[in-house]
């Protein structure tokens, strides 16, 4: 907890045994010392965590990496950006190339995500087939359903077959006009950021609390203990409709319980 007085002199002001100090005097040390203990009493906080389009149905997001920052990550790029000595690169090129190669990514990324459940579905049915007497009144209809399921696997695998030509076709060109804007971006931020990593020392030390790193477990959440206050929690994850875009976490911890997911997520380009 932040305290206003110089260093030192809380020590000197709220010497108790002093017989110079006045009985309200003296219960208004009590008291800070009581709240400056409550401040730095640990407390337990749940991340849950569930990724856009990495899991069906938007389902918790096993082993999932986040940070507990005590400090507000977006604020300190905003300041570092603030002071930047040329201007921000325009991203209009770029962010329209990313937008035609979305296209045949997403088609055929769709298509391998359907082809993985449809095969899902017919490893288990060809066990159960494979258990069933030949002779028995439910063999017909769950071999029916497998031969199904497997002539629409034969037709996933041409139109994916098909997407991926389509991905390969567009990469070349998508990487050819993309590097030169991208690296016009990165020399933009090399420069803007310099000094990044030094600053965020000078705030962890000032504020004597040290970042929190923890994965989520099978279920998708994770249980961190902080002290004081305040505290975000960071995240990164890539896009699975999208090559050149991430999902971005910057929250604050204002309760026992903090999501990660689209709610409180950004989507954003990856220059």
């Keep these: 907890m932040k305290r206003e007085s110089q260093p030192g002199s809380f020590g000197a002001s709220c010497h108790l045994s002093s017989p110079a100090l006045e009985p309200p005097v003296t219960r208004w040390c009590i008291c800070l010392v009581l709240l400056t203990a409550a401040c730095n009493q640990p407390r337990r906080v749940t991340v849950l965590a569930s990724i856009p389009g990495l899991t069906p149905s938007a389902g918790p997001a096993a082993g999932f990496a986040f940070v507990a920052l005590p400090y507000n990550r977006d604020s300190l790029v905003a300041a570092f950006e603030g002071r930047a000595a040329t201007t ?26 359907e082809a993985g459940r449809y095969a899902d579905s017919l490893s288990a049915l060809k066990q159960r087939v494979d258990s069933m007497p030949r002779t028995g009144a439910e063999y017909a209809g769950a071999y029916g359903r497998w031969t199904g ?20 076709a567009a990469r070349p060109a998508f990487v050819a006009r993309s590097e030169s804007l991208r690296t016009a971006i990165r020399n933009w931020q090399d420069s803007t950021y310099h000094g990044y990593d030094a600053a965020v020392d000078s705030l962890v030390r000032a504020r004597q609390r040290v970042p929190v790193a923890d994965t989520t477990d099978a279920s998708g959440a994770a249980v961190i203990e902080l002290r004081g206050n305040p505290w975000w929690i960071y995240a990164r994850s890539w896009d699975p409709a999208d090559p050149n875009a991430e999902w971005y976490w910057n929250v604050p911890v204002t309760s026992d319980t903090v999501r990660l997911d689209a709610t409180t997520a950004r989507n954003r380009p990856r220059y």
């Design 88 to 113: 921000r690169p325009s991203t209009d090129a770029l962010d329209s190339l990313f937008a035609k190669y979305r296209a045949p990514f997403a088609a055929y990324t769709a298509l391998v995500a």
């Design 149 to 168: 399921i497997r002539d629409t696997m034969r037709l996933l695998d041409a139109q994916t077959a098909r997407a991926r030509a389509a991905l390969e």
